[in-house]
């Protein structure tokens, strides 16, 4: 089965300055996933939820298109999130005004879009099956209604994903338990390097590139195992 790769940026600087240094964040992950590629896999790449702020529907476009391109040049797979928001005043106590989800394949656009909401349950484009991994995928406070939690158990999943624009905090406990239960789970957000190993995976920490910290998740060949090993990516 594929490994999954998880990229979080180190946060850096005021957040206004971030929101404008978005295509530095594109480039960095061009330049991890030609490392990753050098190893000879095909993985799957996760980014948070609010890897990438913007503030027009035009720049939105333009780096979505960035990653398709750099999807279909690195034979790679892709999901990652765009928070959309108006002006310059945006901060992260503001909140996002929309988080949109795209997912890719070798170039292959799979969900592109997709809107989170914030009530009802996730529709068919937010279950993913990638060569033979098959996920689903939450979007933040969509973990917390139980509807959405008991859609992704009604399929045969490999892994849920829930991206979220924060760390897991003693809030989310219960809600990430229940789903846990049901199947493997991994929380992913965009400057937060994951620190719930979803069971019968693990967890290899990578090293550190410019900007960035890289995990990366290995389904186990029998029974649930966790744990967490350490390994340096050439770049």
């Not at 920490?205 to 090993?229: K, N, S």
Request: hydrophobic fraction near 45%; glycine fraction near 8%; proline fraction near 7%.
């Amino acid at each position: 089965m594929m490994d999954v790769y998880t990229l979080v940026f180190d946060r850096a600087g005021d957040w206004l300055a971030q929101t404008r240094g978005q295509d530095r964040r594109v480039e960095v992950v061009s330049t991890t996933l030609e490392a990753i590629s050098t190893l000879g896999e095909r993985p799957l790449i996760l980014l948070g939820a609010g890897t990438f702020h913007v503030h027009s529907e035009v720049s939105r476009d333009r780096i979505a298109a960035k990653m398709l391109s750099l999807s279909r040049r690195t034979d790679t797979a892709i999901l990652f999130g765009i928070d959309l928001s108006p002006g310059d005043s945006w901060t992260p106590i503001d909140g996002p005004i929309e988080t949109f989800i795209y997912s890719c394949d070798a170039g292959t656009k799979l969900t592109w879009p997709h809107v989170a909401a914030s009530t009802g349950i996730p529709g068919a484009g937010r279950i993913l099956t990638i060569d033979e991994l098959r996920i689903g995928v939450v979007v933040g406070r969509e973990l917390f209604q139980a509807p959405t939690r008991n859609s992704l158990t009604r399929v045969p999943l490999d892994l849920a994903v829930v991206m979220s624009h924060g760390p897991v905090t003693p809030r989310w406990h219960p809600s990430l338990a229940a789903l846990d239960r049901c199947l493997p789970t991994l929380v992913l957000a965009a400057e937060v390097i994951p620190d719930f190993v979803p069971r019968g995976w693990r967890r290899a920490t990578i090293g550190q590139a410019p900007d960035l910290q890289m995990a990366r998740f290995r389904r186990m060949a029998a029974g649930p195992a966790q744990g967490v090993e350490e390994h340096t990516l050439p770049m």
